[in-house]
C-alpha cells in the first residue's frame, strides 16, 4: 500500500520540482547576476536603497490593500445572501463564470466600456453629462481591479458560510442574542477561514499585477509587477527583474504566514 502511494505521488513531486522550485531557484540564481552577466550583489543593493523601488514597494502594497479591502466588502455581503437563496449553487456559477473568460478579453471589454465614447460616457451623455476621463485613473484601475479577483474572494467565503453549524447560530438566538450580535459573535468568527483564504487569494496577486496597470491604470499606475515587467522586456536587466521576483516570493511567503490559521493547543 506503500509503495502505491508513493507511486501515485511521484507525478505529484516531479511537477512540484519542475514548475514551482525550479523557476523560484532560477529566479534566485539569475538575481545574483547584472546586466553584464557578472556575479554582484548590486541589484539587491539597488533595491533596498533607490527610492524607485521604495516607492513600487509602497505603491503595490497600497493598491494591492485597497483591492483587498474592497472586494472584501463586496463578497461578504454577497456570499451571505447567496447562502440564502433556494437555488445558490446556480447563482455561484454565474459569478465564477467570468474567470473562464480570458483576462486578456476581460480587460480590453472594460476599454470599450470606460472609453470616451464607450458604454459608460453613452450613458451620461443621455443625460446631459460630458463625457469624463475614467481609463488611465486610479479608480478606474481599483474598480477593474476589484471586479476581476470578486470570484477568488467570494467563493473561500461562501464555502466557510455554507460549513457553518446552525445549530450554534439558533443557540445564539435562543440565549437571546440579536441577528447582529448573533453575527459578530458567531457567524462572522466562525467563517473567518474563508475570509483568509479569500484575503490570500486577492492580496498575493494583486501584489503583482502588471497587465491591468498597463491597459487600465496607464502610466499613472506603476508597482512591481509593472517594474518586473519592463526590465524583463524593455531594458533586459533580467537580474533586476529576478530581485523584484524574489522580494515578492518573500512578500507573498510573509502574508501567508499572517493570514494562516493558527494551530492552538
Same mark, same amino acid.
Given at each position: ?51 524607485? @523601488? ?53 480587460? @480590453? ?37 476589484? @471586479? ?118
Amino acid at each position: 500500500m506503500q509503495k502505491l502511494t508513493f507511486r501515485l505521488a511521484i507525478s505529484y513531486y516531479f511537477w512540484l520540482a519542475l514548475f514551482v522550485i525550479a523557476p523560484v531557484l532560477l529566479i534566485i540564481y539569475q538575481s545574483f547576476f547584472n546586466y553584464n552577466h557578472q556575479v554582484t550583489l548590486s541589484n539587491y543593493f539597488s533595491y533596498f536603497t533607490q527610492k524607485t @523601488y521604495l516607492w513600487m514597494t509602497i505603491n503595490s502594497f497600497l493598491y494591492a490593500f485597497l483591492i483587498t479591502v474592497f472586494t472584501l466588502l463586496i463578497s461578504y455581503p454577497t456570499a451571505f445572501f447567496l447562502t440564502k437563496l433556494k437555488h445558490k449553487q446556480l447563482w455561484l456559477l454565474m459569478i465564477i463564470l467570468p474567470t473562464w473568460v480570458n483576462l486578456l478579453l476581460k480587460t @480590453y471589454a472594460f476599454i470599450g466600456i470606460f472609453g470616451i465614447n464607450g458604454a459608460i460616457n453613452q450613458f451620461l451623455a443621455f443625460f446631459g453629462i460630458g463625457a469624463k476621463q475614467f481609463l488611465f485613473t486610479d479608480m478606474g484601475f481599483l474598480l477593474v481591479a476589484t @471586479y476581476i479577483e470578486l470570484p477568488f474572494m467570494i467563493l473561500p467565503i461562501f464555502n466557510s458560510l455554507e460549513e457553518l453549524d446552525l445549530s450554534l447560530v439558533e443557540a445564539s438566538y435562543d440565549l437571546g442574542a440579536s441577528s447582529i450580535q448573533t453575527f459578530l459573535k458567531v457567524i462572522f468568527p466562525l467563517s473567518l477561514s474563508g475570509v483568509r483564504s479569500g484575503v490570500q487569494a486577492v492580496f498575493i496577486p494583486s501584489l503583482s499585477l502588471f497587465m491591468l496597470t498597463r491597459l487600465i491604470g496607464g502610466n499613472r499606475v506603476i508597482t512591481l509587477g509593472t517594474a518586473i515587467e519592463e526590465h524583463f522586456l524593455v531594458t533586459q536587466n533580467w537580474g533586476m527583474g529576478s530581485v523584484i521576483g524574489v522580494v515578492l516570493i518573500l512578500f507573498m511567503f510573509i502574508i501567508v504566514r499572517l493570514t494562516g490559521k493558527k494551530n492552538r493547543d
